[in-house]
């Protein structure tokens, strides 16, 4: 079993689209058995009463995954904030020991283990324990998912190059179109993070209408996954 996480530069920018491309790919393009995780989930409220930990549903659908959705997502928060603020607000302790059973159980079961973030590297979980201090745990080659358009080349960089410094592989960097840019920043983006980058760039995954909001056809994620990403150079870490 290899792992993949999802990291991202910032909250709302695309990691979950991009993930369930990926699942998409590995699954119905390689053949692979795909677990998936989302460790922590906040703003349940966002969905309405009764809301359930939504990305994880698209998650699991996107790559034909049966299990349950307690284990992908072990710590769901109703606030929308940061892991370890969202438990204090809760009162709930966060026990990483207990994550850790359930990746390495997933670890027997499926060929690869796609993990996604919230946020970014530096986001708390629990008190001096990041999403960075994770990656790390699990020994897991990274993916920087990034927003195209304007501001996303100096935090593409502040995030790859800490990551670096922590000694974590980086399979790539991602840019997820949110809308259909055409700005001159998104149109120069590329261009600029491969002159700056030390890990590769794998290239702009586009806008999929509703994607967002329910989960969508597997077979036009994996299409679009397929023909816009450097996907020999995620198979590589694999």
Known sequence: MKPLFITGTDTGIGKTVVS????????LRRGMNVGVMKP????LTKGGQGAGPRDSVLLREASGSADSLKKITPYAFEAPLAPEVAAELEGRAIDIDSIDRIYRGFSKMHDVVVIEGAGG????IKKDFFYADLISRWNAPTIIVSRLGLGTINHTLLTSRFLQSKGIDIAGVILNDAGSEADIASQTNPGVLKRYLCAPFLGVFPHLAGVAEKAMDRERLADAFEKNIDTAAILRFL
């Open 40 to 43: 922590f989930e906040s703003g």
């Open 121 to 124: 590297v530096l986001v708390p």
């Open 20 to 27: 369930m491309g990926l699942c998409a790919f590995l699954s």
